[in-house]
């Protein structure tokens, strides 16, 4: 099911010219920011949940300008 939605999207996109650097800043910047929501804001929590170190999470959310909600 989520390969098929997927690959929709990616027919879209490309369909519609989108540079694959812009799809996958998108792509990190949305699924960053749904993931610090479910958890709760907390940067620990979101970089284990993502697989990847705080720091590195830290730096994707100054890139993109995702800002923590506040509690």
């Not at 519609?16 to 958890?39: H, N, W």
């Not at 959310?61 to 509690?71: E, F, L, S, T, W």
């Amino acid at each position: 099911m989520i390969s098929e939605k997927i690959e929709r999207l990616v027919e879209e996109m490309v369909d519609k010219d989108v540079q694959f650097e812009d799809a996958v800043r998108e792509f990190e910047k949305r699924f960053i920011s749904r993931v610090l929501g479910r958890c709760d804001g907390s940067l620990t929590k979101t970089a284990d949940a993502l697989g990847m170190h705080r720091n590195t999470l830290a730096r994707k959310m100054g890139d993109y300008k995702i800002r923590k909600r506040a509690g």
